[in-house]
């Protein structure tokens, strides 16, 4: 494992923070018009916030001399001190036990449930498992979700970059095409210093991609509004796992089968998958 001393990482399992926001509808509309929501007029207070915008909100914002190189935040604070050059979104799994209200005010606690070694065809990877709870002001669970998070070193990326072929057919698709515009309010609206999403130099020479990164989580959004634009039917369990960076300049395409509950869903870039998910319908 070389460097890695997997247990002094093991220590910061149990660590937890808490925040508190306004879902507010000014910010869901920003959300709206960055993605082209197809139904903006119902983004106002009491509606709904659509599937995975509370990515959006509870935003942790560091001064400049507490991030690290890659514009996120330095690491041994909240998330654990991993001796990797790149991180990334690997995946997540949610529950919606009942629904966010824009306008509402939300609690979100965080706590780090797992720290995990494993070694893949590139070399060393650490893999961090992130509880987020969010919850009414009168403790009522509203979202239950787990994060993952994959610490890689750097050469990796190159390396890993090649996604599975596309395996299967789908009943619904449709392609949108991320501009660097897209990369740029997206990472505003999360406010997301990471720079794989805008320093084009960042991204050849110290992490080994070719252009910037698609947002993994922008990609996770927009297969979760998919299923419920496809099935009719709001979300119950959601779950996503990213198999390859997408990168600007590609078309992404959005597939999706429904069978009964449950919605069967990937990513294609390049006909290859970059990501693939599953919705459980409510």
Request: charged fraction near 20%; aromatic fraction near 8%; charge should be negative.
């Amino acid at each position: 494992m070389g460097n890695i001393d997997l247990e002094h990482l093991r220590t910061w399992i149990g660590k937890s923070r808490c925040d508190e926001d306004l879902i507010s509808a000014r910010h869901a509309r920003l959300m709206a018009a960055a993605v082209d929501y197809p139904a903006a007029e119902r983004i106002c207070d009491g509606e709904v916030l659509p599937p995975l915008w509370h990515w959006i909100y509870f935003l942790e914002g560091l001064p400049s001399h507490e991030l690290g190189r890659d514009g996120h935040p330095a690491r041994g604070g909240f998330l654990p001190p991993v001796p990797l050059a790149n991180r990334m979104w690997a995946g997540g799994r949610m529950s919606f036990t009942a629904p966010v209200r824009i306008g509402s005010i939300v609690r979100k606690e965080s706590s780090i449930l797992n720290v995990a070694h494993k070694t893949g065809r590139s070399g060393d990877l650490v893999f961090v498992t992130v509880l987020h709870e969010l919850k009414s002001p009168q403790g009522d669970l509203l979202i239950c979700e787990e994060h993952d998070i994959v610490y890689k070193n750097a050469s990796a990326s190159a390396k890993s970059a090649a996604a599975p072929p596309l395996a299967t057919p789908s009943e619904f698709s449709r392609t949108w095409t991320p501009t660097t515009t897209t990369l740029f309010r997206y990472s505003a609206l999360t406010f997301n210093g990471h720079r794989i999403h805008y320093d084009a130099d960042y991204c050849r020479e110290v992490e080994g991609y070719p252009n910037l990164v698609i947002h993994g989580p922008l990609n996770a959004t927009l297969l979760a509004s998919h299923a419920e634009e496809v099935s009719g039917r709001r979300l119950r369990d959601f779950r996503y796992r990213g198999m390859s960076p997408a990168l600007l300049g590609d078309s992404i395409t959005l597939h999706a089968n429904v069978l009964g509950d449950r919605v069967v869903l990937y990513a294609t870039h390049k006909d290859a998958v970059c990501m693939e998910a599953e919705a459980m319908l409510g």
